[in-house]
């Protein structure tokens, strides 16, 4: 009898002590939510719709990680996500939500090397190598995985033609000269600098894919795409340019990078360094996309670059446009929706939530103008005369 009687009061006590610690978590939530202008299962597009209550302890406890391994799981919905991050970013609740597993990363990299040579081809196998049908169908027709320049564009394929050609004209490219792209992806921009400008063009990256897929699509154009870390490179170059790369270099080897380059290119060359950006200095990437996105990558801040850059070159000019990576970014999200019924069977519905929150979540991180995206341009010795700034 005794068991009887203790067993449900101890369940019902049970039940109502999570019931209150659900209550007390959400009223946490609700209170960071302040001014933001976003409801807890409210009627507008940025408004969360809550499915599961084991959200706002996750969320708490994991801060972004949590929140977006939450969404892959199911456990919330929002209709626009770019526009309800955007509004979290603006508040800068992100660094309200400190987490455990944040000060743990933060110590693990200051003590390894996570983009040392032994780990550089990490990235290459777990983003770039999932499969170029999903990029074939989500890029513009030169598989150009970075910021377009929609200046004067109106589609993404203009908007990235655009860029390639506004790198070449910084760089002051002309006929017979030898360039080197570090971080090459798929090989559009050395085919383009290749075909326009009538340049040799190496390209190298850490990906078996893209150096499959551009290599085939070269024809008879002299671009040389390898499978190739860039401290293993042993040449020099009239011109170098890296396109979205320099994410992947890592703080620890930011002054390597660069003296690597610098070695690399002629005394008269040039060097274009297009990267995103963070506002400030950190050590290491957000979690949630160091683990499910791009490993062992972070952002740089304009501190660190100019530190790892001093004595090694001269900054001749520094271009913003990371405003136009939203506008990129949504452009990705349009096509990866609209290609979705022919990828879903190869890469599942996790997968799914997993893309769409990194594409919703990386443009509302520009559109808050939290991130940025740079173009700099360094010479080794300063360019006689001064460098003219080209826009």
Not at 134 to 146: A, N, P, Q, V
Not at 338 to 365: C, I, N, Q
């Amino acid at each position: 009898m005794s068991q009887t009687t203790t067993t449900p009061r101890m369940v019902t006590e049970a039940g109502g002590d999570a019931s209150a610690s659900t209550n007390r978590y959400r009223r946490k939530i609700e209170r960071l939510l302040e001014g933001t202008d976003i409801r807890i299962n409210g009627d507008r597009p940025w408004d969360v719709q809550v499915h599961d209550e084991r959200f706002y302890r996750r969320v708490l406890a994991e801060a972004t990680l949590g929140l977006g391994e939450a969404y892959m799981d199911g456990w919330w919905d929002c209709e626009h996500i770019d526009e309800m991050l955007t509004r979290v970013l603006q508040a800068g609740l992100e660094r309200k939500m400190v987490a455990r597993i944040m000060a743990f990363d933060v110590i693990r990299a200051k003590l390894v090397n996570l983009q040392s040579p032994r780990r550089a081809f990490t990235i290459g196998e777990r983003h770039y190598d999932i499969g170029n049908d999903l990029y074939e169908r989500m890029l513009d027709s030169r598989l150009t995985y970075s910021c377009g320049y929609w200046k004067d564009a109106n589609t993404l394929d203009e908007a990235q033609e655009a860029k390639i050609d506004l790198c070449a004209r910084k760089l002051g490219l002309e006929p017979g000269m030898r360039v080197l792209d570090i971080g090459c992806g798929w090989g559009g921009a050395a085919r383009y600098m290749a075909e326009h400008y009538g340049c040799e063009v190496v390209g190298v990256t850490v990906s078996q894919e893209q150096v499959d897929y551009a290599n085939r699509h070269k024809g008879d154009l002299p671009v040389d795409i390898r499978l190739q870390d860039y401290r293993e490179i042993d040449d020099t170059f009239d011109r170098i340019v890296s396109i979205g790369m320099f994410e992947h270099v890592g703080v620890k080897n930011y002054r390597t990078f660069m003296e690597t380059v610098r070695k690399l290119l002629a005394d008269d060359g040039l060097f274009l360094l297009h990267t995103i950006g963070g506002n400030r200095s950190v050590q290491q990437g957000d979690p949630w996309i160091s683990r499910y996105i791009f490993p062992n990558s972070m952002l740089p801040s304009a501190k660190q670059i100019t530190s790892a850059v001093e004595e090694i070159f001269v900054l001749e000019d520094w271009h913003n446009f990371g405003a136009y990576y939203d506008t990129t970014l949504m452009h990705w999200v349009d096509n990866f929706e609209a290609a979705w019924p022919e990828l879903r069977e190869r890469y599942g519905d996790r997968f799914y939530r997993m893309w769409k929150y990194y594409l919703l979540s990386s443009a509302s991180g520009f559109r808050a103008r939290k991130n940025q995206l740079w173009q700099i341009v360094l010479s080794p010795n300063g360019v006689p005369g001064g460098y003219e700034s080209i826009r």
